[in-house]
Structures are given as C-alpha cells and as structure tokens.
C-alpha cells in the first residue's frame, strides 16, 4: 500500500521538528520559538524559525516554509514517502506494510537498521558484563553496600538488571574484544570514548559507578546512567549518562516509561521525578506510575509521550531551590500541551528518595492528595514577589505575563486570574487588560526577537494578508471572519485559496485549530510556504477583534466599489448590444447596491 496521510500524521505526531533541525543546524530558543541559520541558503543572520508549538517552520530569507516532512524532503532530497520511512526508521516508529522504497532509500534504511541491531546486541552484553561485576563476592562489594544503604531490595536490583563498573580504564574495553565487537561499535553506543591525545586509544566510559540500563519502550536497553561511588574523584559529575546514538535519544525517552505506561492504564495519572535512585524508591514500595527524566531538563516531547498516556503529570522533584526551579522551567511545556501538571514539596528540603525511605509510601500517598496545580504554584510564588507598591503591581503582573499567555484552557486561565486579582486587590478586567499590553508591548524583555522583513514582501502587508494572519494567529477569529463574506472580496487568489481551507478546518469554539491540518490541505508549495510565513511571523496588535472589524469593513467597501465598476462596464456593454432586458437587470442590481451602502446615485445617465 502506497503511505498516505495517516502515516503521515503518525510520524509526525512522535517526532519533534525541534530535535531534527536541531542535528543539521544549531538552534537557539527565542520565546516560544527556535531561531537558527537557514540550511537552504547561506546567511550570516539567523532568520529560520521554528515554532514548537505548531510543528512548523520558515525562512524568512528564502521563503523555505513547512513540516518535519518537508523539512526532510527538501535537506534530504527524498520523496515524500522516502521521508515518513526515514523518520519512522530514525525514531523506531512501527509503520504498517508498506509499498518499497527506491534502491538507494532502501539501501540506506538496510544499514541503518543493521546498525541498530548491532547497538541492541553490545547493549545487552554490556548489560550483562556489569550485572556480573556487581555479583562477585569481593570486586562488587562497595556497589552493592552502596544499593544496600539505598534499601534497594536485592530482588529489585535482579529484576532491573543493575550492575557495576569498576574503576580500571579497559575492563569493559577488554570484554567486548574477547566478544569479537568492533571497538568503534562500543563508542557508536557510547560505552567507549576516545583518548583525547591519541585517537587510537579508547577507555570505558563508566568507571566506578552503580550502573543502571535504560531501556526503550519494547524494554531494549539502549543506554546506562552511571552513579559515582566515590567522593574523592575529581572533574567527575555525580551521574553520567551515556552520549546520544542512533538507539537512544535522551530528550524523547523518559527512565522506566515502559513500566509506568502499563502502571497507568487504570489510573491516568504518573509522577515525574529527576533521579534513577528517587524512581527506583518508588519501585522498593511496590509502586511503578512514575518516570524519570534521563539527565536533561523536561523536553516537549517527553510531554508529548506522557500526554498520549495520562491525563495528569505530577511533579515530585527534589524540596530544595533546585527542584522548585526545575519544575517551574517545565509549566510552560505541560500548557503548551494542555496537559494537567501538579506539584508536591517535600517538607525539610527532601527529595524523593529521602522521604519514601523515613515517611513511607503511605505519606506520600498523603502528599499527593494534597498536590497543587502547578500554574496555580508557580502565580502563589510569583505574587510573593509584590512589595505592596502600586509600581510593584505592573512588575509582578509582567513576570506573571507568560503564565497567563501560555494557558489555553479557559477554566485554568479564569482561575489564574482570580488568584492575582484576589492578590493585587485589582478586578480581573484591569489584570486582562494589562496582561495584553504586556504581551503587545514592543519592549517588553522576554519578547523574542521579530523575524527579518521576508524577501519579496512589502514591509506594508495587504487587508487580505492581514485578515488571513488574524485567522491563523488568532483562531478564534475565524468565525467572524467566515459569517462576514470578506472571503468572496479577495482579490489575491493564493491568499484565498489558504482562507477557505482555513475555514473548512475545524477551529473555536467547536474544536482546537491545528495549523498542520491545514498545511497538509493546502497541495502548492508557493501556498504552503506562504501560511508558514503568516503563522510564524510576529502579529502584535492592541485590539485584535476591533482591528479585524476594520480590515473587513475596508475589504467589504473595497469589493462593493469593484462590484459597482463590473455593473457599469456590464451595462455599458448591454447598451451597446441593445439588450432592454439585461439593462433593467443591472440597473436593478446597481440601484440595490447603492442602497445597500446608503448613498444616493444618479443612473439616469447610464441609460
């Protein structure tokens, strides 16, 4: 069967555009967006952006615009089927049978599978080299006091497989020679690096570490976090993680999610915690609807993951300042994905691990039902920051600003809202009111930087651009915009066409606009360069909804005066052919559209 849109949107649905630009070009993150060099053509000011939100990205230099699809199509040169195999096969992404790729694809995605299938194989005997340091009665010893301190149950410490690295350079090095394994395969998986003075020579990456295998979501182990066991060693973190290879992607994969997602079938709900010692805690009191981050802060996508899973996240990081600022780094992603975040703390700057193994699991049991919404935490914590002036109002509001900005949902967002107003002793009408200017605000310091003017475009863009901008950036316009007939008055036919397919998107209050759906209806690649312009580039307007009555009253007036100019050319023509019928027709319609715009017009001198 030939790949169509489903498979299409499957693939899409689990890749991140951010994380496949970001290994062809450098990103930096700019308020809610990415901004890079384009890879299509050489520039010296960054003028790509990518927007996460959407899944989407253009070039305001070249014109470059579109998906992750075509993003891979066009820096690839596949077709588009080549494309969605590629990503499927890069991200481990199970597609149903399909038709064969072309010699070359299908040579490229042969190797790239042989060589997954040789990580999974020195994975496992890594895996089962470290589990058997651990077990020998002296060489294992300080690791397994170590777990022992930890109140990790021996039978815990069996079924997940934990092991040992000891602290010589070549202990692994040497047994995967004697297994006959390629010593550039053991540093493709990262379990060997190379000697920085002498590329020749490789050294184990893990020494003198508890080792703990991090498995994907069919329970393959694709990498090892590594605990120190030693105070005394120097320039070496606490944890090490494995680097990233063609079977592990740290920002996508989340410690221990196969587990939980079966945990969590029953009970929607998981608890996000940041260690491998605080998760496997959990394990040791029979509890398994948790994951951990793999050493990195939160990703959109592990949100993403955890979304198709659960209906809430709760965050249980560690009760000092650390942890309280690593959850308030991650609201935005959980808003951005409308996905219901709360939080707990841990009394006397606790973390997990500490508390499960003095409390209990039943206190912690007692904590969860007495989480609180993360938003609502991170507003409490913000207006804590009022000094009591009239001038430290609009400071905390500016603070607050992205919060409220990055809430979709209208309950959570009233709720917010209420908070501060309740707070600042401020009805909500003024904290609305000042909230939009913040985010209007052409000085404000979190805004992102504006894209350059794109090549082409007049600096002035047209009604008919700024109406259409307005729907895409502005969903909720949509309707108005629709129920008006300005649409028949476009005169740009490529504005047009995107208008319609935008009005035939599902958008509010009926449902959620989703701007891929209608990049994937819109069949040019001139329209769909040309949407991914108007969504990406910056709109701030002061009164959006009076702002568009303008537009649409201009474009209305602007399509009355061209009907009337058709209607005297057409009755100029009846005149001349001599046709009394056509000409009472279009006197008619002219004196009907004169009154439609109350005005007074003399056609005696048209007959």
Known sequence: MVIGSDLATLVKQAVDIVEVVGQVVPLRRAGSRHVGLCPFHHEKTPSFYIDSSSQMYHCFGCGA???VLSFVMKHQNFSFVDAIQYLADRYHINLPKKEPLNPESARIAEAFKSEQEQLYKVMELATDFFSRQLHLPEIGKPARDYLHKRALPPALVEAERLGYSLPQWDGLLKHLQGCKIDLDLGTKAGLLARSSRDQARSYDRFRNRVIFPIRDERRRVVAFGGRILTSEAQDEPKYLNSPENPVFHKGRMLYQFARAQEACRQVRQVVLVEGYMDLLAFHAQGFHRVVATLGTALTPHQVRLLARHVDEVVLAYDGDEAGERAMLRALPLFLQEELAVSCIRFPEQM?????LRTKGLAAFEELVQRREDLGAYA?????????GTMTGKAKVLSELQPICQSTRQPVLKAEYLRLIADRL????TVIRRQLQHEAHHPNRPQAAPRPPAPLGFAQSYSLEENILRMMIQHPDMIGKVKESGALGCFQETGLKSIA?????????????????AVHDRLLESELKEC??????????????PLQLQDWLDAVLKRGRKQRWLDLREALRQAEQSGDPVQI???LAEIQGLNVSQKRPADTRDHV
């Open 425 to 428: 002793s401020v009805s909500e």
């Open 584 to 586: 009472r027709k279009l």
């Open 65 to 67: 615009g579109g998906d």
């Open 379 to 387: 507003i409490r914590k913000g207006l804590e920051n009022w000094d």
């Open 351 to 355: 973390d997990p691990d500490d508390f």
């Open 500 to 516: 319609e397919v935008v009005t035939q998107t599902t958008y509010p209050p009926d449902g959620e606009f989703r701007p891929s």
């Open 531 to 544: 949407f991914t312009r108007l969504l990406l580039d910056p709109f701030d307007l002061s009164d959006p």
